[in-house]
């Protein structure tokens, strides 16, 4: 998808009064929040896994190239074909030529963020193969020409109002009459239309939560099945994948599954959790014939050893958006990047570069509830902080805040500048609050004003009253009032 | 430099820290011959009754049915049973399963049983698990002539037979027996975790079951 | 960090770090802070050489000033036994972000968190360090109780302030929806954002009226200018007030924002 990120602060107005997209956007604070904390608490070692988690990943991202090559090992041990891409460009490319050679007309899809990130679609299509997503809410956001608006539940921007009228305008071959008033109605309808694509299909694509070293195995974990029969039913299975996929064992995969799907859903496990490792053997009945695996890089050795390493421990379970007051209010598609929410504001100008992306890590409270449910125990607030930096050392820093915040540091740094300029300023300031004791507006605050009022200052300073609290406690004997 | 160089020259320049190379490699090599635990939950270590019963009522939570019969003498008759029970054609499709083809399917006399790998037209598969998982109740399938993955995957029914001995209590005893019959890092093809029917929440979060896998899941444990 | 340090019978000498708003906006949460301190048996001290903590610069990317700033709190405020600040997000500034400022200069980083050891947010000081049960104010009123991010998620700031409350004589505590989300403050965020902010606010003070209760409390007073303004943008009775406000029986101040009729 084309960057947006520069135009977050627009998209974000326009999403704030857009009612469909703020009906939808309800589902997700209702329905996610509640199914996670209850999974969590009815682990009691819960906290103890997402702490083994945050350590399994550090120790392979500290030893990642031999990991890598020891997965590269077991692959090829398996008769699978393991591509290296540096860059998006590289793995379409790759993707492509599998396609090609299989004489590939049709290439399902799983549903895979890695596959957003490379514009693969728009590739396939672009060279004459039809990429068909098989995940129902890809499927809905592929038949609208949209993008994901969420990591794992990628048309959880629309109602399923919206998903009739798509159904209704591209299913033309079904009957005008039938019933799709219940998401019942349309998840069936989805099977049915989808069912035969499985097995038209010459080429299954997916990405992988994991990437196991020590077996050479890729993991899928879905709950719709959609990804199951896009790689068994492939002549060719394609996965795309990001080089810090890698765990070391299958333990270390049990260990992080515990935490991702109730990070994710609030489910203890998701329905299918596929373990699949190369291609069909001698003796099986199904299974694809060929197993590739696109190894992509795409700018995460250049996060290891900075201070945005951290973020390559993301295993993409959505609790950050799901529990940020920033994307409840505007959605996944006012960030205009492939990955929304924190996780995104962060990972975006790694991937980027912080010039066009400046506003997502902006785009914060921080309050810390990212970091608070976040399995892997990610850092995100302090990272969108590093991203701040960055922006200010390069003046990339919008100039009125620059200049606004230049100013107040003057005065912070000089203490006695400063108190001689609040003591002036504030009780003047409280002599305009009047009797209301509040502002409707007022010069240079209007971003605060426009929704709210400001509350009026009391009077004096606290310091200009400490200094002279002998006085205050005469005043207090006759009003009542202070110490 | 090819891509493959020059990804890992960039990893192995930014990982390596101050650690030396061979501390490095002994790292990783004892890692991937260790396997250690990790954390296991409590209660996945429940004595092998508890697992049984924890096994059963976490996939019933997770939408699963269940029937427990003596032996596998009894399997044919409770598939029978099913999909009498549901109005379903008599018929089931599996694979080569040595444990499944010794029961007497010959005895439903109504019964057909076709084998193979499914291609689509099925409405009821049969598979025999190789493991029950009771801390999810997730059934581990193998992929493979014995079952098929696609039984896994396309039928709109899923009868799955486990042995109640093969319960184990974690995700890790699967990989432990799996090391001991397959040898270390060896794995078949597909390795299925399942747990409970297909489902999906991608309208307005509401999940319905039966999505692009089967609607139901029936587990038949045999004791 | 307990009183055990210190000299038996020893009154812990306590810096109070009156935070921005409090000096420019409430003062009297400032003499709250300074009686409630002074009745769990502290003696308290307010150094003149305080301005900010440093967030703006700090939340903004700047850290050359976030250090200058923070070295400046660190002089003016390591000689105390404890360093006090009626709000979490600035306690959490001096206490959680100030070590990491120095990451590349030993001496001050081992300076910084020597004098982290000795910061706290007020409420949490009170209840988890001076052991204070009972503050001995009353206040006939129904108040909900806003967990300010930093400091529930930072300092873990939630039981505290509520268990006070509840021996305080006459009051009653109704729990809003959601009350651990975030008001939509954020500092700079709610002016740079402004209209998102709004739409998180807005959310925020549509619980606050929905719990029945006549008077709002927190422990911040930028997340409490917020709320405040917001709920007088959209008429509502309710009354702001910083929770040592209450806590220390002194509630003759017109509320946040309000003209105290």
Redesign the interface.
């Known amino acids: 998808m084309e960057l947006a990120a520069k135009h977050f602060k627009t998209n974000a107005s326009k999403a704030l009064v857009d009612q469909q997209l703020q009906k939808a956007l309800g589902n997700v604070q209702k329905g996610f929040i509640t199914k996670r904390r209850k999974s969590a608490e009815a682990l009691p070692e819960f906290e103890a896994l997402r702490d083994n988690a945050r350590d399994i990943k550090n120790h392979t991202l500290a030893h990642l190239d031999l990991y890598l090559e020891e997965y590269e090992t077991k692959v090829t041990e398996a008769g699978g074909h393991v591509h290296w891409a540096e860059t998006a460009e590289d793995a379409r490319r790759i993707v492509l030529d599998i396609c090609k050679k299989a004489d590939a007309r049709t290439v399902t899809k799983g549903k895979s963020m890695i596959t957003e990130e490379i514009a693969l679609n728009d590739h396939l299509a672009a060279n004459g193969i039809e990429p068909v997503e098989t995940d129902l809410g890809e499927y809905i956001i592929q038949l609208r020409g949209e993008h994901p608006s969420h990591i794992i539940a990628p048309a959880v921007h629309l109602n399923k109002e919206q998903v009739e009228g798509d159904f209704r305008r591209v299913h033309t071959h079904l009957e005008d009459s039938r019933d799709l008033s219940e998401p019942v109605a349309l998840l069936s309808e989805a099977r049915e239309v989808l069912r035969e694509r499985y097995f038209t299909a010459d080429v299954g694509v997916t990405g992988a939560n994991f990437l196991i070293a020590e077996t050479g195995s890729s993991v899928i974990v879905t709950n719709e099945g959609n990804g199951d029969l896009t790689q068994t039913l492939g002549k060719v299975h394609v996965v795309v994948a990001s080089i810090e996929k890698i765990v070391p064992t299958l333990e270390d995969t049990s260990q992080i599954l515990r935490v991702l799907a109730r990070s994710a859903t609030g489910q203890d496990m998701s329905v299918y959790t596929t373990f699949s490792t190369g291609p069909k053997r001698e003796e099986d009945p199904d299974g694809p014939d060929e197993y590739h695996v696109v190894l992509l890089d795409n700018g995460r050795s250049s996060m290891l050893g900075t201070e945005y390493q951290d973020m390559l421990r993301c295993i993409r379970c959505g609790a950050c958006m799901n529990h940020c007051p920033v994307y409840h209010a505007v959605g996944g598609h006012a960030y205009g990047s492939v990955y929304p929410g924190p996780m995104g504001a962060v990972l975006t100008p790694s991937l980027n570069g912080i010039d066009e992306t400046g506003q997502l890590p902006n785009a914060s409270t921080f309050c810390g509830r990212c970091e608070s449910v976040c399995p892997m125990r990610i850092p995100l607030p302090k990272m969108m902080r590093h991203w701040r930096e960055r922006e200010f050392e390069r003046n990339l820093t919008p100039a009125t805040a620059r200049y606004g915040l230049k100013l107040w540091a003057f005065f912070a740094k000089r203490p006695k500048l400063y108190r001689l300029a609040v003591s002036f300023g504030m009780p003047l300031l409280s002599l305009f609050g009047g009797t209301s004791r509040r502002f409707k507006s007022l010069p240079l605050a209007g971003g605060w004003t426009r929704h709210r009022d400001l509350p009026a200052p009391e009077g004096r300073t606290f310091l200009q009253a400490w200094a002279q609290r002998d006085t205050l406690k005469q005043e207090a004997t006759s009003h009542g009032s202070t110490p | 430099m090819?891509?493959?160089e020059?990804?890992?020259a960039?990893?192995?320049?930014?990982?390596?820290?101050n650690?030396s190379d061979d501390e490095?490699?002994a790292?990783?090599t004892a890692?991937?011959s260790d396997?250690?635990?990790?954390?296991?939950?409590?209660r996945a270590k429940l004595p092998k009754n508890g697992q049984l019963e924890l096994f059963c009522s976490?996939a019933e939570m997770?939408g699963a049915t269940m029937t427990r019969v003596s032996d596998y003498k009894a399997v044919p008759a409770e598939v029978s049973e099913y999909l009498r029970a549901r109005n379903l054609p008599a018929e089931v499709r599996m694979?080569a399963d040595k444990r499944l083809k010794k029961a007497d399917w010959a005895a439903e006399k109504n019964l057909e049983v076709r084998h193979?790998?499914?291609?689509?037209a099925d409405l009821t598969g049969v598979s025999h698990a190789m493991a029950g998982i009771a801390?999810?109740g997730?059934l581990a399938l193998l992929?493979?002539?014995d079952n098929?993955?696609?039984i896994?995957?396309?039928p709109e029914h899923h009868i799955v037979v486990l042995k109640a001995s093969e319960i184990k209590g974690?995700?890790?005893s699967v990989?432990a027996k799996l090391r001991k019959s397959r040898g270390k890092?060896?794995?078949?093809?597909?390795?299925?975790?399942?747990?409970?029917?297909?489902?999906?929440?991608?309208?307005?979060?509401?999940i319905?079951l039966?999505?692009?896998?089967?609607r139901a899941l029936h587990i038949v444990i045999v004791e | 960090m307990t009183t055990a340090h210190l000299a038996a019978g020893a009154m812990p000498r306590v810096g109070l770090f009156a935070t921005c708003l409090v000096d420019l906006f409430r003062p009297s949460v400032g003499f709250a802070s300074v009686k409630l301190l002074q009745q769990a048996g502290c003696e308290v001290h307010v150094p003149v050489a305080q301005t900010c903590c440093g967030q703006p610069a700090y939340n903004t990317g700047d850290r050359a000033d976030t250090r200058e700033i923070a070295e400046q709190v660190i002089e003016a405020f390591e000689g105390f036994d404890f360093v006090v600040a009626p709000s979490g997000s600035c306690a959490s500034m001096l206490k959680k972000h100030y070590p990491g400022l120095f990451a590349d200069d030993a001496a001050w980083e081992e300076r910084a968190q020597r004098f982290s050891d000795k910061c706290h947010e007020l409420i949490s000081f009170l209840s988890d360090v001076m052991m204070v049960r009972d503050t001995g104010a009353a206040l006939e009123a129904t108040v909900t109780y806003h967990d300010s991010c930093s400091g529930l998620r930072e300092l873990g700031v939630q039981q505290q302030p509520r268990k006070l409350l509840a021996n305080v004589d006459g009051l009653a505590i109704k729990e809003m929806t959601d009350s651990d989300v975030c008001c939509g403050f954020g500092g700079t965020f709610c002016v740079k954002y402004s209209d998102i902010s709004n739409a998180i606010v807005t959310k925020k003070v549509g619980n606050i009226d929905q719990s029945g209760a006549d008077m709002l409390l927190a422990g911040d007073l930028g997340c409490l200018m917020n709320m405040a303004g917001k709920l007088k943008r959209q008429g509502s009775g309710v009354e702001a007030r910083h929770v040592a406000e209450v806590l220390a029986g002194m509630t003759d101040q017109p509320p946040i924002a309000g003209s105290g009729k």
Request: no cysteine.
């Open positions: 090819s891509a493959r020059a990804v890992l960039k990893v192995r320049n930014a990982a390596k820290g650690a490095r490699q790292a990783v890692r991937l396997t250690p635990l990790g954390v296991i939950p409590a976490m997770f694979g193979g790998a499914s291609a689509g801390e999810t997730t992929s493979g002539p098929p993955t696609t896994n995957f396309l974690d995700m890790e990989w890092g060896e794995m078949p093809r597909a390795v299925n975790l399942v747990t409970g029917p297909s489902r999906s929440g991608d309208i307005e979060q509401t319905i039966g999505a692009h896998g089967p």
